[in-house]
């Protein structure tokens, strides 16, 4: 059977690699400048995987569009050594199903090398072990649950923060600034916890009350509600009932408006509301203005235009800004969260793992796995400000961090933690009335 | 005088009338069925294809059992179900849970999903035929069904491991006990196989006396009944044997795919492709499910493929390729034979 | 908080109200399962906005626009469409609102791309506190929006030769057709008039939520269920049951569980569907 012979062959392919990642490593140590390697790779082929229809198009689109710009943007500066990508897209339609369908499409009829995806958890969970069996490497910029990849899958690699990352930003936060600001001891600090009740929200969710319960925080009540609800009143009179100190929240974009709109309504005041994605997005500043949205926090991956670019590496900075001004010339909003995501995702396989690949000699799962193994970036040296270090067990990023950011004059700016932070928090939000 | 207890005779099927079935179709039709099958079955073998092909035709398999299980209520039995993505979902989360919570062999866990699914028809079946709830307002509880069980997916935490969904853990040495086959070509001959009984079953159901009283009721549930027929217990047989087949397609999804989420298995867009699929194909036909599936999952494949690059543009024209599909075919493309009698009998209509 | 929880049932129960009427009509008239319904409100919703961020005016002006627009587009669906198929399979004629969903739905999102939008109006974040709840002066705008719809269509329906001409179709087609009515325009002016009520929907909802291609999706399905409970055929029977479904659910959700909110609202029609199948306010022969 043909698959057969495919696999003999790769068996070959990896020893000849391994001799020539020795070779070339040792070319490289010995000469100190860019070790020969053999350049037999001029291509490298890329599939992108995103939800570009369905329920989650609005941020899928952007993470496409993003990780394009990127990989574009390396093609035109001379490729990776020399080595042009090519890109390839498939719709993963908002489905797991059709994801891994898509997946196996891109692998069998584009033969791409590396795919890149996926936004979601649920179909992350459904492309890995296609990626897995197909011999690719997923490259996954987007997904948060924790348990995306099953235990031995070896080419399943997360650059940004899964949910725990949250948790521990929120509830950092939390100990660092808010409790000392509500002059209460951690463990009296009222926190509830509201979420939407799909894979987002709900991993999101569970990160944050298992930490909490670690940490000695009071979660007083945790509301899971649907995203698609027209009204959210209930989850707002649940919550005043509560009477919290602090609200972490989890929505996705459009249950964001409803609850605003509803809490507004209510008046449901507390000291801190910690959001998450739709909290970030344009269109809540939009609806509601920059006084309807003053002093609200957010919980993410930082958005990457209105964070201190100060500490990044220079070539970073710049490469970033040139990206995030590229994104916004073309696509008419800022690269904020999600673009973030995929801008530094995509920075990374490019600039840290590909050039690898390349002077390996040929792009194979274990050349890309090799490559990827080997990266050790320091905070500073993506653009998303964490650094850069894969886990070879469960191929996460175990520097990736959430940042919490805040809403201050109509500008989404990272407050925490403070090597990110280009601008203080500001305490307390305003209420109702003061808006 | 006529004792008007005895059901008329009438109702003892005239053979004459009815065709012989499969027989009806003559060598030369009979011969391309058989070409046809033998072509699909030597796909994998052909050399150098690639597992993307594979992957579709299994695809069409999975819909076409789908979509004849839906024609055996739906077609048979007069019953449009918009919510048979229930027992899609109660299939699969049955044989996952049972996998991954008690090491029970995803096939035993098949046959549990079944039973399941055979259940959960009866439980809503049985208050719906016994008040007389028929046509759109039982269409309706379907989707209501449909949603419920969404929800309850959803929200069920502790059971069904809710939003996040379920992996299916890779066996370590992959074993046809696992129902995961390390070499995936198996999985087309699966999902065949799995199609093949379907469609043997809706043939005989179709080509037996209950099959014959249940079009019957389809037709006229009045005249039925005074002549004889338990009309709600046939439609209850027809709903709870659909359900049953429609759960075993289930569980084969989550050992494909291996990973369910309330979303993908329970959502209602499975439930109205599932309609597509047989009313396309022609929707009283026991074959009804393997020719829309032939029709529908290539072009949605290649428009997806085609407008990668242009988010929305591949599933507008899918739905204008539906919409001229609807008004051209209005009873799929079998129901075009629907009025010559031999090939009636041929396709079961 | 009890209270608080009904006075939001009661808006939320305008909402469906409002979007339902149209539905109601169409499905009482037409006798089709319409599902583009949701999908009608989306489109109308980009409506309101393309003339909003255009033209820079009001949503609530965009209304005489929106309702022509939503009018002609219905026509044109029922003619060209809906009519093809009407004395064929049930269930075909499912399946072409389904197609005709999918190609509004998508054919928006390939438009308008997948952001989201929003329209906002100067009234936007005014709140009053009638009897001690809380209630935004848009959403009181809608449900007045929303009783005046159902009183006009109850008024047309009964009081008008063309109203009386569309329920002599809905009840008795096969007499409307020997009564020398055009039986295919009546239909025709159905769907027309059950797209412009969508077009008032979308209108008064649309400084309250985001405005994207899945905008209409949750809609459309509750708008079935309020259509069916109220019984085929009755609007005030729609408007009724909209309520009742409102208030359920925004009680069960803030009283007992808010997830499970919509699960018991869809588990309450099952039951009620059994129990009376001809719905809370429906009259005793059936069509179906």
Redesign the interface.
């Known amino acids: 059977?043909?698959?057969q012979r495919a696999r003999f062959s790769r068996k070959r392919l990896g020893a000849a690699l391994a001799v020539t990642a020795l070779a070339g490593t040792l070319a490289a140590c010995s000469s100190g400048s860019g070790g020969s390697g053999g350049n037999a790779v001029s291509e490298i082929r890329i599939g992108l995987i995103f939800p570009?229809?369905?329920?989650m198009?609005?941020?899928?689109?952007q993470q496409d569009n993003a990780a394009k710009l990127v990989l574009n943007w390396a093609n035109a500066h001379g490729g990776i050594n020399g080595a042009k990508i090519k890109i390839f897209?498939?719709?993963s339609?908002s489905?797991?199903?059709t994801g891994?369908?898509?997946a196996?499409?891109l692998?069998?009829?584009d033969q791409v090398q590396i795919l890149i995806g996926s936004y979601a958890?649920?179909i992350a969970?459904?492309i890995a072990?296609v990626a897995q069996?197909?011999k690719v490497v997923l490259w996954e910029i987007g997904a948060v649950?924790p348990?995306v990849a099953?235990p031995?899958d070896h080419f399943f690699f997360r650059t940004v923060g899964a949910s725990p990352t949250y948790a521990m930003a929120d509830l950092n936060f939390l100990k660092a600034y808010l409790a000392p600001k509500l002059g209460k001891p951690l463990s009296q600090v009222r926190v509830a916890v509201a979420h939407e009740?799909?894979?987002f929200?709900?991993?999101v969710a569970d990160a944050v009350t298992t930490q909490a319960k670690a940490m000695g925080v009071n979660v007083v009540t945790d509301?899971?509600?649907?995203e698609?609800?027209?009204?959210l009143?209930?989850?707002v009179?649940?919550l005043?009932?509560a009477k919290p100190d602090v609200l972490l929240i989890t929505p996705l974009?459009?249950s964001t408006?409803?609850f605003w709109?509803?809490a507004?309504?209510?008046?449901f005041n507390v000291k801190a509301i910690i959001g998450s994605a739709g909290f970030s997005?344009s269109?809540f500043l939009?609806?509601f203005g920059a006084k309807?949205v003053q002093g609200v926090y957010d919980v993410e991956a930082p958005a990457v235009a209105n964070m201190n670019h100060a500490d990044l590496q220079p070539q970073v900075r710049s490469a970033l800004a040139t990206l995030s001004a590229s994104f916004q010339a073309k696509y008419g909003?800022p690269c904020l969260v999600h673009c973030g995501d995929a801008v530094g995702g995509t920075y990374d396989l490019v600039t840290y793992v590909l050039p690898g690949v390349v002077k390996s000699g040929s792009v194979t799962a274990d050349s890309v796995r090799a490559a990827a193994l080997k990266v050790n970036v320091a905070t500073g040296g993506t653009p998303q400000g964490f650094g850069l270090k894969l886990s070879p067990s469960t191929g996460d990023n175990s520097r990736a961090e959430s940042v919490i950011m805040q809403w201050q004059n109509g500008k989404l700016v990272v407050v925490y933690p403070q090597a990110l932070a280009s601008a203080p928090p500001v305490f307390p939000m305003p209420t109702w009335s003061q808006? | 005088m006529t004792d008007i207890s005895a059901p008329p005779t009438a109702l003892a099927r005239p053979a004459r009338l009815r065709g012989r079935g499969i027989a009806d179709a003559g060598p030369v039709a009979g011969g391309l069925a058989a070409l046809l099958l033998a072509a699909a079955a030597a796909l994998p073998l052909l050399?150098?294809?690639?597992?993307?092909?594979l992957?579709?035709g299994i695809?069409v398999f999975w819909f076409a059992m789908l979509g004849t299980s839906w024609s055996v209520a739906g077609g048979y039995g007069g019953m449009h179900s918009i919510g048979n993505a229930t027992f899609v979902g109660l299939g699969a989360y049955t044989s996952t849970l049972l996998y991954v919570d008690f090491h029970l062999t995803p096939w035993l866990g098949m046959a549990a999903g079944m039973v399941v699914a055979a259940l959960t028809a009866l439980l809503i079946g049985y208050p719906c035929f016994r008040f007389g709830i028929r046509g759109d307002y039982f269409a309706l509880v379907t989707v209501a069904l449909g949603q419920v069980a969404y929800?309850v997916a959803?929200?069920a935490?502790a059971i069904t491991k809710?939003?996040?969904?379920v992996?299916v853990?890779?066996a370590a040495t992959p074993s046809a006990l696992d129902f995961q086959f390390g070499?995936?070509?198996q999985f087309y001959y699966v999902a065949m196989a799995i199609w093949l009984v379907t469609v043997i079953v809706a043939y005989r159901v179709r080509r037996s006396h209950f099959g014959f009283q249940l079009l019957a009721v389809r037709d006229d549930e009045i005249a039925a009944a005074r002549g004889g027929i338990n009309a709600p217990r046939r439609k209850l047989a027809a709903l709870a044997l659909s359900a049953a087949l429609t759960a075993s397609a289930g569980t084969f999804?989550a050992q494909f795919?291996?990973?369910i989420?309330p979303?993908?298995v329970f959502?209602i867009?499975l439930s109205v492709q599932i309609v597509l699929m047989a009313v396309l194909g022609g929707m009283n036909s026991y074959l009804g499910g393997i020719v829309g599936a032939l029709i529908l999952v290539p072009a949605s494949?290649y428009l997806?493929?085609t407008f990668?690059?242009h988010?929305?543009v591949?599933?507008a024209s899918y739905g204008v390729v539906l919409v001229l599909l609807t008004i051209y075919l209005p009873y799929g493309l079998l129901g075009l034979l629907r009025h010559a009698p031999r090939w009636r009998s041929v396709i079961g209509w | 908080?009890l209270a608080?929880?009904i006075a939001?049932g009661v808006?939320?129960g305008a909402?469906y109200a409002l979007v339902a009427v149209g539905l109601a009509l169409i499905f009482g008239v037409v006798k089709i399962i319409n599902f583009a319904q949701g999908a009608l409100l989306t489109v109308a919703l980009y409506g309101v906005y393309l003339m909003y961020s255009h033209f820079r005016i009001d949503p609530y002006l965009t209304l005489p626009a929106v309702v022509a627009g939503m009018a002609a587009l219905g026509y044109l669906i029922q003619t060209v469409l809906i009519d093809r198929v009407l004395n064929k399979e049930r269930a075909s004629q499912l399946l072409i609102t389904f197609g005709l969903a999918m190609a509004l739905q998508?054919g928006c999102?390939a438009l308008f791309?997948?952001?989201?939008?929003?329209v906002?109006t100067p009234i936007d974040?005014q709140?009053i506190h009638p009897f001690g709840v809380?209630?935004?002066v848009v959403s009181l705008v809608a449900m007045g929006g929303s009783a005046l719809s159902v009183a006009f269509l109850y008024l047309f329906l009964r009081k008008t030769r063309v109203g009386t001409a569309i329920r002599v179709v809905a009840q008795q087609p096969d007499s409307a057709e020997l009564a020398g009515i055009n039986v295919r325009r009546m239909y025709a002016l159905a769907f027309a008039l059950g797209c412009a009520l969508a077009g008032v929907a979308a209108v008064l909802i649309s400084p309250?939520?985001?405005i994207?291609?899945?905008?209409g999706?949750?809609?459309g399905i509750i708008a079935f269920i309020v259509v069916v409970l109220g019984g085929l055929g009755s609007v005030t029977g729609a408007a009724a049951s909209a309520m009742l479904i409102g208030i359920g659910q925004?009680v069960f959700?803030?009283m007992i569980n808010?997830?499970m909110?919509?699960a018991f609202v869809f588990l309450v029609f099952i039951v009620l569907m059994i129990v009376r199948p001809n719905g809370l306010f429906g009259r005793t022969e059936r069509v179906a």
Do not use: C
């Open positions: 059977m043909s698959w570009t229809t369905g329920a198009a609005p941020l899928g689109v897209e498939a719709d339609q489905d797991p199903g891994a369908t898509a196996q499409q692998i069998d009829q958890s649920g969970q459904a072990p069996r197909n649950a348990t099953q031995g009740d799909g894979p929200g709900t991993s509301i899971a509600y649907s698609t609800s027209p009204d009143t209930p989850v009179l649940k005043k009932a974009v459009a408006s409803v709109q509803n507004r309504t209510q008046n997005s269109a939009q609806k309807g909003s808006r | 050399p150098g294809i690639s597992f993307y092909y992957q579709i695809l929800e959803n929200g935490t809710g939003s996040q969904g992996p853990p890779y070499n995936r070509t999804y795919i291996l990973f989420d979303a993908s959502g867009t494949q997806s493929t990668a690059a988010p929305g591949d599933l | 908080m608080s929880a939001s808006v939320l909402i998508n999102l791309g997948a952001d989201y939008h929003s906002n974040s709140v809380a209630v935004t309250m939520y985001p994207q291609p899945n905008v999706d949750t809609f925004s959700a803030t808010v997830q909110s919509t």
